[in-house]
């Protein structure tokens, strides 16, 4: 019996939902991993940061996380979205210059569903957990997934190439009429790790 398009697609959420709403686990570079999925909820879309980290609770389990992306579900048409979270994989070598593995440099972990003039928008705060002046930056995502801009700076960038960056990124905001600056309270936090038992 053949099925209509409407419930074919429905179908498909559903099984998207259900696979996104698990925590998966595994090993890679020879350590047990752990993906943790949280969620929001932002105007009409579910979206669900996933990211794969050592399954201990340990105070360095964040600098061996080794994925980490976005799904965007538009609960009303149906459509998602996977986009891959903006750190990058680096070599990491092991206390004897051995390759331990290919951790992320950096992750996001706040963020914030934003009203603009128009359209919601998806804010995520990304950090490398330095000290530094381009450890720490914020992206603008639409509902559909689209970055739209970033306030990102890079070492061994110029001072005026830092400046037309950050003028640049706050020429988007006002063209998206999003608040700048936003309060840094609208940001929730994300989880990265596996809870603990006491937790649980």
């Known amino acids: 019996m053949k099925t209509d398009p409407f419930t074919e697609r429905c179908i498909v959420v559903f099984i998207l939902v259900i696979s996104f709403s698990r925590v998966f ?10 993906a943790n999925v949280d969620e929001m909820e932002c105007s009409d879309t579910v979206i669900k940061v996933s990211t794969e980290c050592p399954s201990g609770n340990r105070p360095g389990s964040v600098f061996e996380c080794t994925r980490q992306d976005l799904v965007f579900l538009n609960r009303k048409t149906g459509a998602s979205t996977k ?17 331990s593995g290919n951790y992320l440099d950096a992750l ?7 009203k603009g003039g128009i359209e919601w928008y998806l804010l995520v705060r990304y950090t490398t ?9 914020t992206e603008i995502y639409s509902l559909k997934g689209y970055r739209l801009a970033a306030d990102r700076t890079h070492h061994g960038q110029t001072g005026t190439e830092r400046d037309r960056l950050i003028v640049e990124f ?10 700048a600056p936003w309060p840094r309270d609208a940001f929730k936090r994300i989880r990265l790790l596996k809870p603990s038992k006491t937790t649980e």
């Open 170 to 179: 706050r020429k988007a905001c006002s063209h998206l009429g999003l608040p």
């Open 129 to 137: 957990f330095g000290t530094c002046e381009d450890c720490e930056w």
């Open 25 to 34: 686990s595994g090993t890679v570079n020879g350590k047990e991993r752990f």
């Open 108 to 114: 996001a972990v706040s963020w914030a569903c934003v």
């Open 83 to 99: 986009v891959d979270c903006s750190g990058e994989p680096v070599r990491d070598p092991g206390p004897g210059g051995e390759l």
